[in-house]
T-cell receptor
Framework: DQQVKQNSPSLSVQEGRISILNCDYT??????FLWYKKYPAEGPTFLIS?????DKNEDGRFTVFLNKSAKHLSLHIVPSQPGDSAVYFC????????????FGQGTRLTINP | EPEVTQTPSHQVTQMGQEVILRCVPI?????FYWYRQILGQKVEFLVS????????KSEIFDDQFSVERPDGSNFTLKIRSTKLEDSAMYFC????????????FGSGTQLSVL
């Protein structure tokens, strides 16, 4: 099941710079997208989401961009902070009434001081 | 902030034994889920539960798995006869259920089948 793909298993960014995490999807029925952050030995915690009727959603240092034609979304974190070091999961939900989320493989973000 | 709680945090069992993983979802939530993550792999959907019945389940959720909400607060996942490949981190999640709400996840139960 490769409906949601995060092609970069890891990313290293210097503190204060912008972190850009990418996600691609194949299912055109997806209409709601979420980013979750996960620390070791903890459950995923919600970061930010976007509906397919929008192309951008911003919350503080976090911005999610959606390009429906390319079936691509990205998460921008600026400025990056050491506490942002975690695994980031992209997730999607379709509009067919199913409540489940389909997750990508995750990207491990490391912020270097 | 209210949270989803899961017990135990770690469970070690012998192959073929039954295990029950327990979860207390957020109190006013209506939809409940189990997901799992095998080491190094993605988080996978197992089952969703609403109005005291399964609303959707994945191919992983075969006859060896069952879920129950026995008392209005707990939400359990039972694996009847564990296999080595059931070893994973199991996450419970809940949502208020409008269909566009974020899922709140518990911190997980690490299940090790020996």
């Amino acid at each position: 099941d490769q409906q949601v793909k995060q092609n970069s298993p890891s990313l290293s960014v210097q503190e204060g710079r912008i972190s850009i995490l990418n996600c691609d999807y194949t299912n055109s029925m997806f209409d709601y997208f979420l980013w979750y952050k996960k620390y070791p030995a903890e459950g995923p915690t919600f970061l930010i989401s976007i509906s397919s009727i929008k192309d951008k959603n911003e919350d503080g240092r976090f911005t999610v961009f959606l390009n429906k034609s390319a079936k691509h979304l990205s998460l921008h974190i600026v400025p990056s902070q050491p506490g942002d070091s975690a695994v980031y999961f992209c997730a999607a939900r379709n509009n067919q009434g199913a409540q489940k989320l389909v997750f990508g493989q995750g990207t491990r973000l490391t912020i270097n001081p | 902030e209210p949270e989803v709680t899961q017990t135990p945090s770690h469970q070690v069992t012998q192959m073929g034994q039954e295990v029950i993983l327990r979860c207390v979802p957020i109190s006013n939530h209506l939809y409940f889920y189990w997901y799992r993550q095998i080491l190094g792999q993605k988080v996978e959907f197992l089952v969703s539960f609403y109005n005291n019945e399964i609303s959707e389940k994945s191919e992983i959720f075969d006859d060896q798995f069952s879920v129950e909400r026995p008392d209005g607060s707990n939400f359990t996942l039972k694996i009847r006869s564990t296999k080595l490949e059931d070893s994973a981190m199991y996450f419970c999640a809940s949502t208020s259920g409008t269909g566009r709400e974020k899922l709140f996840f518990g911190s997980g139960t690490q299940l090790s089948v020996l």
